[in-house]
């Protein structure tokens, strides 16, 4: 499954309706977003089973407010309903996997 796109009712509905949910908190302007998109976008390929979505920081500011992201990107992990993993920074897919491992024990 490619990523999907989220606004907050998408966001809401996701996290709702999947046991496993990343998101990728990010902007267009921020290079370590753009570093970490194709990484993320590849892993999202990889984990058919699980659901991946993108939230632009500067399209949706009150989802960025409501979790309190300061620094992007940033990698939300939710697994039945719950925040598991928030941590700002890119990760390569050596870590992006290490993370999704964890997630899925």
Not at 45 to 70: C, P, T, W
Request: hydrophobic residues 45%.
């Amino acid at each position: 499954m490619a990523t999907c796109v989220f606004n907050k009712a998408a966001f809401e509905k996701a996290i709702s309706e999947n046991k496993l949910v990343l998101v990728d908190f990010w902007a267009t302007w921020c290079p370590p977003c753009r570093a970490f998109g194709p990484i993320y976008e590849k892993a999202s390929e990889e984990h058919s089973d699980i659901v991946f979505g993108k939230v632009d920081v500067d399209n949706n500011q009150d989802l960025a407010a409501q979790f309190s992201i300061q620094a992007i990107p940033t990698l939300m992990i939710v697994k039945d309903g719950k925040v598991i993993y928030q941590k700002a920074g890119a990760l390569n897919a050596e870590q992006l996997e290490e993370k999704i491992a964890e997630a899925l024990k």
